[in-house]
């Protein structure tokens, strides 16, 4: 079975420049998430969909961060304008419903810097 | 508010046994995990435990949950190479999983 696909794998802007990240998760996993990985800290939650509705989103900023996913499969997110401290690892991962200890399957995650 | 702590560094030599532990804060949490990564790669489960158990035996892997203490551990037997990584502790309770921020684990030939 193929993976969570995550693009670009590494990208880097000057800061107040835009910039998306795309998912694709594992097929008919029905949750994504966006994480936010600081370097030296672990995964934070942004946002959770359940097919295309959001169930968490309680720590996105959403001054700046919006996320989407059409048609509950693939998921792109976008931050508008970048700042210093966006720099990190943002990581997409699905999960299906199916089981109930939800184990969450990672993409390789797209590194952003920040100048 | 939820929290989950861990050392961040653990150095041990080929074939020893590692230990990795792990604090948490919420009490209603449901299944708590262990999560590794390797240089470029996003998180893999390594394996999970439910929180009514104490302890979970999987190969060369133990998980030990002490519940009073919110205590977890992750002990790996006969440490290789190839278990150099780092090695996230995380902990779920309803929809949403917080995760430490990491050991790493480093295994000296």
């Known amino acids: 079975e193929a993976g969570v696909a995550q693009s670009p794998r590494y990208k880097i802007i000057e800061k107040r420049q835009s910039v998306a990240f795309w998912c694709n998760p594992i097929?008919?996993?029905?949750?994504l998430y966006w994480y936010q990985q600081i370097l030296g800290q672990g995964p934070k939650l942004l946002i959770q969909?359940?097919?295309?509705?959001?169930?968490?989103d309680s720590q996105l900023p959403k001054d700046r961060f919006s996320a989407e996913r059409l048609k509950g499969v693939d998921s792109t997110l976008k931050i508008q304008p970048a700042k210093l401290e966006d720099s990190a690892v943002y990581l997409c991962?699905?999960?299906?419903?199916?089981?109930?200890?939800?184990?969450?399957?990672f993409g390789p995650g797209t590194r952003l810097t920040v100048l | 508010g939820e929290d989950v702590e861990q050392s961040l560094f653990l150095s041990v030599r080929e074939g020893d046994s590692s230990v990795i532990n792990c604090t948490y804060t919420?009490?209603?949490?449901?299944?708590l995990y262990w999560y590794k990564q390797e240089p470029g790669a996003g998180l893999q489960l390594l394996t999970y435990?439910?929180?009514?158990?104490d302890m979970k035996q999987d190969q060369r892997l133990t998980v030990l949950l002490n519940k009073k203490d919110k205590h977890l551990s992750l002990r790996i037997a006969d440490t290789q190479t190839g278990d150099s990584a780092i090695y996230f502790c995380?902990?779920?309770?309803?929809?949403?999983?917080?995760f430490g921020a990491g050991t790493r684990l480093f295994v000296k030939a």
């Open positions: 991962a699905s999960s299906t419903d199916r089981d109930r200890y939800n184990e969450q399957f």
């Open positions: 097929s008919g996993h029905a949750t």
């Open positions: 969909f359940q097919n295309n509705g959001v169930v968490d």
């Open positions: 919420d009490s209603s949490s449901t299944y």
């Open positions: 435990i439910f929180s009514n158990m």
């Open positions: 995380a902990e779920a309770g309803g929809f949403k999983t917080i």
